[in-house]
C-alpha cells in the first residue's frame, strides 16, 4: 500500500544503506531532497515577485481592445499617449446598437406587475417589495418570504406545551400518556399507566386493539390515532377531545 | 421592570432555569412595546405575547392614562391564538410625551388550573404617530450546534438544533421598541414551497435564537425576517435569506492522539510494537 512497497530492490538497497557516519540512507536522500527543493520553493516564491512577462496593465486595460497594427514604440507608451485607433470588437459586441438589441448584454427587464415570486418583476431594483399580507382564516397572516407565501402560523409546532395525550402499549396495561416537551416540539416516550375503569375491561379482554382507541376516544380523552380509526392512513394523528394539545387552532 | 426585561430576554428561548417552571405555563413572554419604551408612537396597537399554551377568556387589559388624573381604562382586546398575541389599539389617539401604563393580564392556561403571569409595561409616547413602513435589511448571518437538554416537561433529555440568528439594524419612525419580529424557516426537510412562520416575538435586537427538531432541521436550513412594527406596517426584507447546511448526528470530530492514549486496553501501543517487529522482519531479511 505505501510506496515502499512497490520499490524495486535497487530502491530498497537505498533505502537501506548507511553512511560510516550513522546516517540513514533515506535520511540522507531527504535532506537532499529538501536542500534540493528550498532553492526550487525560494526561486518559484521570487517568481511570483518578478515582473510577469506580461504586464497587468495590458490585462487591466482590456488588452484585447488593444490595437494589433500599433507601432513596436507604443507598445511601452503609457495608456493615455496611444493614438486613437478604430477599435475591433468580437462579432457580437456591437456598440452601435440600441442595449435592448445588444446580444452581448443581459435582456432588457420589462416591467410587470410585482409578484410574490422572487423576482425583480417591475424592474425597479427590488424583489417582491409591497406584497400584501393575506389574514388567514383562523388568524394571523401569511407573509411573501423568500420568494412565496408563507404558510399561516399556528399555535405551536407539534403540541401545545405541558399537555398529555394517550396512547396505547404493548404490554402490562396496554394504556399510557405522552407529555408535550416545554417548547411543544416533541412528545415524550408512551409511558404506562393504569386504564380509566371506562376502559380496563375491554384493555384486559382486547388489550392494544382498535376497541381499546375507540375506548379511549368515546370517554373524552386526546388519543393517538395507532389503529388509524378514521381511516385516513395517518397513524400519528391525534383523535378525541385534543383542544388543548394540537397545534391546529 | 425585572419580570418584563426577564420575559423579554427569553423571548424565543428561555432561560434552561426557567424552562422547568415554564411547562405548560401560559406566563406573558413579552410586550410591545416593552416597559420603560420611549417614542412610542400616538397611533400605536399595543400587544403582548404569551406562551403557547395560553388561553383568553375576556380577561381586561387596562391602560393608565397620564397623571395626574391615571385614569383606567379597560379596552377591549383581541386575541390572535395562532400568535398568541393579545393586542389592543386605544380608543383615541394617544397623547403626546405623555407617561401611560398598560397592564396585560395573566392567562389561563389551555392544561393548567393556575394563571400565568401577566406583565405592565410603562411607556412615554412620542410627538409624532407611525406613518412609514419599518426599514429592515433582514437576515445577515446564521449559525448552527447541537445541545441536548433536560426537559422537565417530559422529563427527558430532548435533542435539539439551536440557529443563532443575527439581524440587521431596523429603523422605524416609530422606534425600533415597538417592532415585532417575524421569523421564517424558507428551506428544510419538511418545508415544501411555503415558508414556515416561526412564533412572533417583540425586537430582540440584533441576535436572536431558533430551536428545531431534527426532522426539521437537518439539511440546507434557511431562514428569512421580516419586521412588523405597532400600526402593522411590514419591513421589504422577506427575500434576504440566510442559509446554513447541518448534518445529522453523531458527528466527526476527526482523530486525536489523546484518544489514543486513552484507550484502556492500550490498542495504540500494540500496534505501535506490531509496526516495530515488522521493520525489524524486514531489516533481518534483507
Known amino acids: 500500500m505505501y ?5 524495486t530492490s535497487r530502491d530498497r538497497k537505498l533505502f537501506s544503506a548507511r553512511r560510516p557516519g550513522g546516517v540513514h540512507a533515506s535520511v540522507r536522500s531527504l535532506l537532499i531532497a529538501l536542500v534540493a527543493a528550498v532553492p526550487v520553493a525560494a526561486g518559484s516564491c521570487g517568481r511570483t515577485a518578478l515582473e510577469p512577462l506580461h504586464p497587468p496593465s495590458s490585462k487591466d486595460a482590456g488588452a484585447k481592445d488593444a490595437p494589433k497594427d500599433l507601432p513596436s514604440d507604443h507598445m511601452d507608451a503609457p495608456r493615455d499617449l496611444v493614438p486613437e485607433m478604430p477599435m475591433e470588437h468580437p462579432p457580437d459586441v456591437r456598440p452601435d446598437l440600441p442595449p435592448d438589441m445588444r446580444p452581448d448584454l443581459p435582456p432588457a427587464c420589462i416591467p410587470q406587475p410585482e409578484t410574490c415570486n422572487g423576482v425583480d418583476d417591475d424592474c425597479d431594483g427590488d424583489v417582491d417589495e409591497n406584497q400584501p399580507a393575506i389574514p388567514c382564516p383562523d388568524g394571523g397572516y401569511r407573509y411573501c418570504v423568500g420568494g412565496h407565501y408563507s404558510e399561516c402560523p399556528k399555535r405551536c409546532e407539534v403540541c401545545v406545551p405541558g399537555s398529555k395525550r394517550t396512547c396505547i402499549t404493548s404490554f402490562c396495561t396496554f394504556w399510557g400518556s405522552q407529555q408535550c416537551s416545554s417548547d411543544g416540539l416533541s412528545w ?10 371506562q376502559c380496563k375491561q375491554i384493555a384486559e379482554k382486547m388489550m392494544r386493539s382498535r376497541e381499546l382507541e375507540d375506548c379511549c376516544i368515546k370517554n373524552g380523552y386526546c388519543c393517538v390515532d395507532e389503529f388509524d380509526v378514521d381511516g385516513d392512513n395517518d397513524r400519528t394523528e391525534m383523535l378525541g377531545r385534543c383542544e388543548a394539545v394540537t397545534c391546529d387552532p | 421592570m425585572t419580570l418584563a426585561v426577564a420575559l423579554a430576554a427569553g423571548a424565543l428561548v428561555p432561560a434552561p432555569a426557567a424552562r422547568a417552571a415554564q411547562c405548560g405555563k401560559p406566563d406573558l413572554v413579552d410586550m410591545v412595546p416593552p416597559d420603560l419604551a420611549k417614542a412610542v408612537p400616538r397611533n400605536a396597537r399595543l400587544g403582548a405575547h404569551y406562551m403557547a399554551a395560553a ?26 391564538s395562532t400568535e398568541q398575541l393579545l393586542s389592543v389599539t386605544p380608543t383615541d389617539l394617544l397623547d403626546a410625551g405623555k407617561d401611560y401604563e398598560i397592564r396585560w393580564p395573566a392567562l389561563r ?54 440557529f443563532d440568528i443575527d439581524l440587521g439594524e431596523a429603523i422605524d419612525d416609530g422606534g425600533t421598541d415597538g417592532l415585532t419580529l417575524l421569523l421564517f424557516q424558507t428551506s428544510g426537510p419538511e418545508v415544501n414551497g411555503m415558508p414556515m412562520p416561526l412564533p412572533g416575538r417583540a425586537w430582540p435586537g440584533t441576535h436572536t435564537q431558533v430551536r428545531l427538531i431534527k426532522e426539521d432541521a437537518v439539511g440546507e436550513i434557511c431562514f428569512a425576517a421580516i419586521v412588523r412594527d405597532t400600526t402593522g406596517q ?17 458527528f466527526f470530530r476527526g482523530c486525536s492522539v489523546g484518544d489514543a492514549g486513552g484507550r484502556p486496553d492500550g490498542l495504540a501501543a500494540a500496534m505501535a510494537l506490531a509496526m516495530a517487529l515488522v521493520c525489524l522482519t524486514r531489516r533481518g531479511k534483507r
Open chain 1, 3 to 7: 510506496s515502499t512497497d512497490t520499490a
Open chain 1, 188 to 197: 415524550s416516550a408512551c409511558k404506562e399507566s393504569p386504564p380509566p375503569a
Open chain 2, 55 to 80: 388561553e383568553y377568556l375576556g380577561e381586561d387589559v387596562v391602560l393608565v392614562h397620564p397623571p395626574p388624573d391615571k385614569t383606567e381604562q379597560a379596552l377591549t382586546a383581541t386575541w390572535d
Open chain 2, 109 to 162: 392556561g389551555l392544561n393548567a388550573a393556575a394563571p400565568g403571569l401577566g406583565g405592565t409595561a410603562r411607556f412615554t409616547t412620542a410627538l409624532t404617530s407611525d406613518s412609514e413602513a419599518p426599514s429592515f435589511p433582514g437576515v445577515t448571518g446564521l449559525s448552527w450546534d447541537l445541545v441536548r437538554e433536560q426537559d422537565d416537561c417530559v422529563d427527558d433529555l430532548t435533542e435539539r438544533f439551536v
Open chain 2, 234 to 250: 411590514i419591513s421589504q426584507s422577506g427575500d434576504v435569506t440566510a442559509c446554513v447546511h447541518t448534518t445529522d448526528p453523531p
